[in-house]
């Protein structure tokens, strides 16, 4: 049972475009969303996050938006550059009333950004 | 700052036999989790540990894997005796408190089991 389905394996993009990576979830209890990047042999990397109480978080070139009716969230890159090629994990943290926290992760997109 | 740092970087070892990973968080980082990733599947949270506690060891797969965290400080988890369904990338990150959620991860362990 996939509580963080992100559909699409993979995407490839023309440097200078939009890049949008998109993250669907299950659990209504979820209240903190992030993006994690990550390059081959190395450990994911924190890229940015958007707490339930927001629809959109913006940091320099990345953005991501929440729609919490749809359960939705999306990251948006602009402009694609050629060193975001990376796999990127869309994660969902639910804390819970013991103060133990759990994060639930996709299954992560591949991003291609083609010069 | 050293970020999470995890050893080894690599390990192959037979079907039955024991292996012990090491991460060691970010000094001042009370916060330590275990994930792992299996090839082609999401990265699944295995336990949490706040300082020397198990806050939540919900999603160790069974009674061959164990963790501890001496003093709060470095963590090990051990697969005794490894299956060959073990073989993934395991993943240590640490936080320093919930208002930073923002977990910083090592680079992984990848173990093969033959």
């Known amino acids: 049972d996939q509580q963080v389905k992100q559909n699409s394996p993979s995407l490839s993009v023309q440097e200078g475009r939009i890049s949008i990576l998109n993250c669907d979830y299950t659990?209504?209890?979820?209240?903190?969303f992030l993006w994690y990047k990550k390059y081959p042999a190395e450990g994911p990397t924190f890229l940015i996050s958007?707490?339930?109480?927001?629809d959109k978080n913006e940091d320099g070139r990345f953005t991501v938006f929440l729609n919490k009716s749809a359960k939705h969230l999306s990251l948006h890159i602009v402009p694609s550059q050629p060193g975001d090629s990376a796999v990127y994990f869309c994660a969902a943290s639910e804390l819970f009333s013991s103060g133990s926290e759990k994060l639930v992760f996709g299954k992560g997109t591949k991003l291609t950004v083609n010069p | 700052e050293a970020g999470v740092t995890q050893f080894p970087s690599h390990s192959v070892i037979e079907k039955g036999q024991t292996v012990t990973l090491r991460c060691d968080p970010i000094?001042?980082?009370?916060?330590l989790y275990w994930y792992r990733r299996v090839m082609g599947k999401e990265i699944k949270f295995l336990l949490h540990?706040?300082?020397?506690?198990?806050?939540?060891e919900s999603g160790m797969p069974n009674n061959r894997f164990l963790a501890e965290r001496t003093g709060g400080t470095y963590s090990t988890l051990k697969v005794q005796p490894a299956e060959l369904e073990d073989s993934g990338v395991y993943f240590c990150?640490?936080?320093?408190?919930?208002?930073?959620?923002?977990?910083?991860f090592g680079q992984g362990t990848r173990l093969t089991v033959v």
């Open positions: 990150a640490s936080s320093r408190d919930r208002e930073n959620t923002e977990a910083f």
């Open positions: 659990n209504s209890m979820f209240d903190y």
């Open positions: 540990f706040v300082k020397e506690s198990k806050q939540d």
């Open positions: 958007i707490s339930s109480i927001k």
């Open positions: 000094s001042g980082h009370d916060n």
